[in-house]
């Protein structure tokens, strides 16, 4: 392979796809014969770690001599007059292009004769010979080339880049003087070419450039330019119309024709969607929506800025969570244009969206009769993608709350609303956020194995992932990854659990997963400390959960919660266990997050044992008996095992060992599959022990 030089200039300007390829190439730069420049401004913070192989150089001003050097190549060695160089190194004051613009600004501008191989001042250098600011230089330079300024003026309306084509096309002015001119600003070194006429295409040497022969235009002349050039895509380009609609959307909102702007801002919106480019289709829609506001006030309007708000929902929930203030502000708006429509189809959905919000945020009781609301509605209505969505939301609900029972039921009854439904129905349901099939899939999981059918759990788990991957939805997969991340990590698999926590970081990190980001972090430092128990990766997971937390974030906290706790025994810590379970107690009391309220007790009792202080026995019997109670309450079969097998350890440690045999035997005896797995292999060797 021959070694490459890649350059990617002016990356504060990057955009955001363009921004996850760049970090891609800087992870597996190692792996190639390639050298990365990059540059940007100091105020452009880079996506990807420390890694060793990167090095941040900090460009400062030229020095003098550098300066002067870079003149002198503009010169092509010709010495200037010692006034007209320190004027323009001082003016310059050490920036690379001004000094090289500003150069060539007084070389065109005939205040100098070139005589014997150096220029001389045929009179005293006038005070505004020479510009005082980078702009006004580019500005004399275009006024000074006047029968090309115009078209590097449209050229410049239509971007950093133009087209020999669309330039013809829009400009009004003859080929020959059209080439010519064009021919001018390459010599000038004012744009680029690339190409032959017809098919160049030319490129302002600088972004500065360009707005520089932008900004000298009129106002009214813009607009002008701006329209004709949408229209000369819409007739004669109709690729960059079905490809590019951002493009088109630009120009008809500096055109001022505002309604077929935010209808093309849609558009770019749901290009962005279909190619999981979230970052780009919030940006797209969010234009939008700022464009639609200088429309009057009307139904029409709340009918475009609807259709927008309506796809940017599922954008931010992937991105942001949906208990962000940005997600929670849209799903308000949403509700607001819905009422100001009367109730069009869109308005479960943004109400669901709103019940998610509170779910996230640990508000369950209120999200469950919010929700409960919506499946009668959508009952009602015969809305079957809402339908499938509010079931798996109360069922959602439910199972946190602890409602394990009436949680596997109703999610049994949207996956069955799911198959049964047609492809538009199950993609319409996707508003949700994610694939509901998938997800519903991962939910039962959770549910069968809290209720102790922990095969069937990995199995239905496994559904989930291949169902996530078949329809190769990004966002569906990271929630399906962290899913499956738990659920192996409660069967004792940390290894597997592992895996999937580590593509579901991989896939946040891609795709801008916010959410998903903290808690893929936390799970997978869980698993890394549980392989090996030496492992410094503690604080991270201590960082991630602060991060989730600070950010409003509150349902499924207490499932991180349990997973911790048994490592910080491990580690004899168990001060550090009991202040984690005395958080995840605060949630299942205040959040009615009650799903592992039995485990919390549980471990709270081996942390008080591992304390060993006065009364401990007692006090862990106590609480002992009350993860029992709560277990059995929820039809918990997995938490019930787990308190059973420490209960009868404590016994047997007391000398009751027929009382333990007799508690725990029948308890392990109604479990008929997933003897292979940590909790039941721990009861199977006790209840040997108390056999022998």
Not at 220 to 231: K, Y
Not at 588 to 614: D, P, Q, V
């Amino acid at each position: 392979m021959q070694p490459v030089l890649m350059i990617f200039e002016d990356v504060h300007w990057i955009d955001p796809t363009s921004l996850e390829l760049l970090t891609v190439m800087v992870d597996q730069v190692p792996q190639l014969r390639v050298l990365l420049l990059i540059n940007a401004r100091p105020e452009f913070a880079p996506p990807w770690p420390h890694y060793a192989h990167v090095t941040t150089v900090a460009l400062t001003r030229l020095s003098r001599p550098d300066g002067a050097a870079i003149i002198e190549r503009i010169t092509g060695g010709k010495t200037l007059p010692e006034e007209v160089m320190n004027q323009i190194l001082a003016r310059t004051d050490g920036v690379p292009m001004f000094v090289e613009e500003l150069t060539k600004t007084v070389l065109e501008s005939g205040v100098l004769q070139e005589r014997d191989g150096h220029y001389v001042l045929e009179h005293p250098l006038p005070s505004l010979a020479i510009p005082t600011t980078l702009h006004d230089s580019l500005i004399a330079r275009l006024d000074r080339f006047a029968p090309i300024r115009e078209v590097a003026q449209i050229g410049a309306v239509v971007g950093r880049s133009f087209s020999y084509e669309l330039l013809n096309a829009v400009a009004g002015i003859p080929r020959e003087k059209l080439e010519e001119a064009l021919g001018q600003l390459v010599l000038s070194e004012l744009i680029f070419r690339r190409g032959e006429i017809p098919h160049a295409v030319y490129t302002f040497k600088h972004v500065l450039v360009r707005d520089a022969a932008y900004s000298s235009l009129l106002k009214a002349r813009r607009a002008n330019l701006h329209a004709a050039i949408a229209g000369a895509f819409e007739q004669r380009f109709p690729e960059i119309v079905e490809a590019q609609p951002e493009t088109l959307a630009h120009h008809l909102t500096e055109a001022g024709l505002i309604e077929k702007a935010v209808s093309y801002w849609l558009k770019a919106g749901k290009n962005a969607v279909q190619r999981f480019a979230n970052l780009e289709a919030i940006a797209h829609l969010q234009r939008g929506i700022e464009t639609a506001g200088r429309l009057p006030d009307s139904l029409g309007r709340d009918r475009l800025e609807l259709d927008l708000q309506f796809t940017l929902g599922p954008c931010l929930i992937a991105t942001q969570g949906p208990a962000s203030s940005t997600a929670i502000a849209t799903f308000a708006r949403g509700r607001e244009l819905c009422a100001r429509l009367g109730d069009p189809p869109e308005y479960l959905q943004v109400m669901f969206w709103l019940a998610t919000g509170s779910v996230i945020r640990g508000e369950l009781p209120q999200a469950r009769e919010v929700t409960a609301t919506l499946l009668g509605l959508a009952e009602a209505r015969n809305d079957r993608p809402m339908l499938i969505n509010a079931i798996r939301g109360l069922g959602m609900i439910l199972l946190f709350m602890g409602h394990v029972v009436d949680a596997r039921e109703l999610t049994e009854r949207a996956i069955e609303a799911f198959g049964a439904s047609s492809e538009t129905e199950k993609l319409a349901a996707r508003a949700a956020g994610q694939d509901a099939g998938a997800a519903g899939l991962a939910l039962m999981s959770w549910a069968l194995w809290i209720l102790g059918h922990v095969d069937m759990a990995a199995a239905r788990m496994a559904a989930a992932l291949q169902r996530a991957d078949a329809v190769g939805h990004p966002h569906t997969q990271a929630y399906a990854c962290y899913y499956a991340s738990i659920l192996h990590a409660l069967r004792g698999e940390p290894a597997i659990a592992h895996r999937h926590a580590e593509r579901c970081l991989s896939l946040s990190e891609e795709y801008g997963f916010r959410h998903w980001h903290g808690l893929s972090r936390a799970i997978r430092g869980i698993c890394m400390t549980m392989l090996d128990p030496s492992a410094s990766t503690l604080e991270e997971v201590r960082d991630a959960l602060d991060h989730y937390r600070s950010a409003g974030y509150q349902l499924g906290i207490t499932a991180l919660y349990v997973l911790l706790c048994p490592i910080l025994l491990l580690r004899h810590e168990p001060e550090a266990a009991l202040e984690v379970i005395e958080q995840g107690l605060s949630a299942a009391n205040h959040n009615s997050e009650r799903i592992f309220e039995a485990e919390l007790h549980r471990l709270k009792a081996r942390a008080l044992l591992l304390c060993g202080a006065a009364g401990s026995e007692t006090h862990a019997q106590l609480l002992l008996d009350r993860a029992l109670t709560t277990a059995r309450s929820q039809h918990a079969r997995s938490l019930e095992l787990r308190a059973a097998k420490d209960l009868a350890a404590l016994w047997i440690g007391q000398g009751r060992r027929d009382e333990a045999l007799a508690f725990l035997a029948p308890i392990h005896a109604w479990f008929t599959e997933g003897f292979d797995t940590h909790d039941l292999k721990e009861a199977k060797v006790l209840l040997d022990q108390l056999q022998s």
